[in-house]
């Protein structure tokens, strides 16, 4: 979902090149296993010297990480740790992506970059263990850009879901109680080339401004797409259990990458009627 936007929202003058994917969109593609460090140095080799790395691949099956920690743990932990000693020894800065699953939920105001973390599904440990390992392997280059609660033009996410639910039933039942911020990869994607090409070393949060609950990104997501006919009804977490814990909170406090850009990403309500109109699907 992030990766391609990123690779269609690269800066005038860069070339760029998209891993991973065969092809994508009109720019160069390879594919590799990003959590294999001999097929990574020979990707940096073949195609390099570059002018920096944007790490957006991971193991983001939530709920199935529970049952695959081993995997979850080298995709997202080991890659980076590779991926950032390899930028490091070609002394070129790397954003990793994250997450708000690196906190417990448990705060009722925004989280800043520096608030202690506590994650509490085996997907946030091990996109913390990420952000460890490439800050220690490369600490000068680092960037990392936690986000959250993502959708956009490619891949499969909440609103998308929404709509095609809404095309098989008349009512839905989404949780009330979970509150975060709807990040569209279209206002994502520019982000990060900004952190990469201007920021500094650290860490730095990056979502739409505002927060709601999934029950009200729903009804947003059915109202601004024209949807008729459809009544959604707000239920618990707890009445719709799933193996990964989900924080009940984690709005992020992107101060720090509003001073980087000068401005904050758009509210999420606005980003998505813009992703709604690009994308009605
Ligand atoms: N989605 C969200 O709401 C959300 C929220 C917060 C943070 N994030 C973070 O944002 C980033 C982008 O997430 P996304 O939603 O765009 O995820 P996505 O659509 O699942 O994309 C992840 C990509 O990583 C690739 N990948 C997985 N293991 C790989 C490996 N070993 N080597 C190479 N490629 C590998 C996958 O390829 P295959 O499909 O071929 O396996 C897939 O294309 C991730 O770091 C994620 O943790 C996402």
Known sequence: MLGSQVLLAVTD???VIGT???EAHGVAAVGYDLADAVALERLLGEFGPFTGVIHTAAYTAVDKAEEEPELAARVNGEACRALASACAAQRIPLVVVSTDFVFDGNARTPYAEDHPTNPLSVYGKTKLAGEI???EAH???????RTQWLYGPRGKHFPRTMLQLAQ????LRVVSDQIG???S???LAPALWDVLLEGEAGVYHAACEGSCSWFDLAVATLE???TEGVTVEPCTTEEFPRPAHRPPYSVLDCSRLAALRGAPLAPWEDALKTYLGTDPS
């Open 13 to 15: 003058g860069l070339e």
């Open 20 to 22: 991973d994917l065969r």
């Open 133 to 135: 390992a490439a800050r």
């Open 139 to 145: 600490p000068g280059g680092t960037r990392i850009v």
């Open 168 to 171: 098989e039933r008349d009512q």
């Open 181 to 183: 911020s709807p990040t």
């Open 185 to 187: 990869t279209l206002e």
């Open 224 to 226: 601004h797409s024209g």
